[in-house]
């Protein structure tokens, strides 16, 4: 059973960092694209970036592209995303999952992790 | 590009309903359309990809279908039973940018 579980979530101020992880289990992780979603309270989903296999394909939605790095350990099996320059609109549960690209051609998103709430506030 | 979704839709048990995606910019029918379930409180799960294909587990009452005229892409829930209550994300992507956008979501209310 493919497992996907977020952690490193938490309260930070306005224009400060964090970094978030992902460790997988279950799944060939060496050979999927990954992907983060966030979903602010109350509100909808929001695709925030995907990253190939091997790290040679990685795209960002406009909102966070310069602020946040997408990244993963294939050794570890585990996926990053470095957040810097948080604001408060980045107030959200983050979401890891499958992107089923590489397997489509398009993006799909599945499974999913239980996510990890980052609180932007002063 | 963005993807309209109606707030909420609401039906009976054993009932079916519909739930609209529209497509502003770009084709509906170039760009594949997926369909995520969500309960309060729980992480998404696809119901339908690849705008009409259901994942291995997904029940056949539910089914999608796209519209070129409209624009659109509807995900149509048949035999409504109470665990089918919360809420639904259309999603699709832009190829030429790969950027992914998700509708606003509709609430579904099993009555």
């Known amino acids: 059973e493919v497992q996907l579980v977020e952690s490193g979530g938490g309260l930070v101020q306005p224009g400060g960092s964090l970094r978030l992880s992902c460790a997988a289990s279950?799944?060939?992780?060496?050979?999927?694209?990954l992907a983060w979603v966030r979903q602010a309270p109350g509100r909808g989903l929001e695709w925030v970036a995907s990253?190939?296999?091997?790290?040679?394909?990685?795209v960002y939605s406009d909102s966070v592209k310069g602020r946040f790095t997408i990244s993963r350990d294939n050794a570890k099996t585990s996926l990053y995303l470095e957040m810097n320059t948080l604001r408060d609109d980045d107030t959200a549960i983050y979401y890891c999952?499958?992107?089923?690209?590489?397997?489509?051609?398009?993006?799909?998103?599945?499974?999913w992790g239980p996510g990890t709430l980052v609180t932007v506030s002063s | 590009f963005s993807l309209t979704q109606p707030h909420s839709v609401s039906e009976s048990p054993g009932k079916t309903v519909t739930i609209s995606c529209t497509r502003s910019?770009?084709?509906?029918?170039?760009?594949?359309v997926q369909w995520y379930h969500q309960r309060p409180g729980s992480s998404p799960t696809t119901v339908i990809f690849?705008?009409?294909?259901?994942p291995s587990g997904v029940s056949s009452r539910f089914s999608g279908s796209i519209d070129s005229p409209s624009n659109s892409a509807s995900l149509t829930i048949s035999g409504l039973r109470p665990e089918d209550d919360g809420d639904y994300f259309c999603?699709?992507?832009?190829?030429?940018?790969?950027?992914?956008?998700f509708g606003g979501g509709t609430k579904l209310t099993v009555l």
């Open positions: 999952a499958r992107d089923k690209w590489d397997d489509y051609g398009f993006h799909w998103f599945d499974p």
């Open positions: 279950g799944l060939n992780f060496r050979s999927y694209t």
């Open positions: 990253i190939s296999a091997a790290s040679v394909t990685i």
């Open positions: 690849g705008d009409n294909q259901r």
């Open positions: 910019g770009g084709n509906i029918d170039k760009n594949f």
């Open positions: 999603q699709s992507t832009d190829r030429d940018t790969q950027a992914v956008i």
